[in-house]
Nanobody
Framework: QVQLVESGGGLVQPGGSLRLSCAAS????????MGWYRQAPGKQRELVAG???????NYQDSVKGRFTISRDNGKNSVYLQMNSLKPEDTAVYYC?????????WGRGTLVTVSS
């Protein structure tokens, strides 16, 4: 089992920044891919950004140039730096880890972008 705990969500004005953190614990060996997903009210969960153990990252088109995903393997953590936030970025953000064909999820952290 892998446990994931997110932190860093909150309320921010449009144009502002937030940094999300996700710490993994438990059976963390062989976790290759970690990522951030989000789910807005009435919408499906979608991939925001992901990163491999080696540091190769991918992003949803709508966040390219604004969000940056990073990973600290020594701390078993993944981060999402979010800049130039827009109201449409409002969602619950979930940390995801993939290991041995299994998906693990955190409980989510709410990000609200509003003036």
């Amino acid at each position: 089992q892998v446990q994931l705990v997110e932190s860093g969500g909150g309320l921010v004005q449009p144009g502002g920044s937030l940094r999300l953190s996700c710490a993994a614990s438990g059976s963390i060996l062989s976790i290759n891919y970690m990522g951030w997903y989000r789910q807005a009210p009435g919408k499906q969960r979608e991939l925001v950004a992901g990163i491999t153990r080696g540091g190769s990252a991918n992003y949803q088109d709508s966040v390219k140039g604004r969000f940056t995903i990073s990973r600290d393997n020594g701390k078993n953590s993944v981060y999402l730096q979010m800049n130039s936030l827009k109201p449409e970025d409002t969602a619950v953000y979930y940390c995801n880890a993939q290991r041995s064909g299994m998906n693990y999820w955190g409980r989510g952290t709410l990000v609200t972008v509003s003036s």
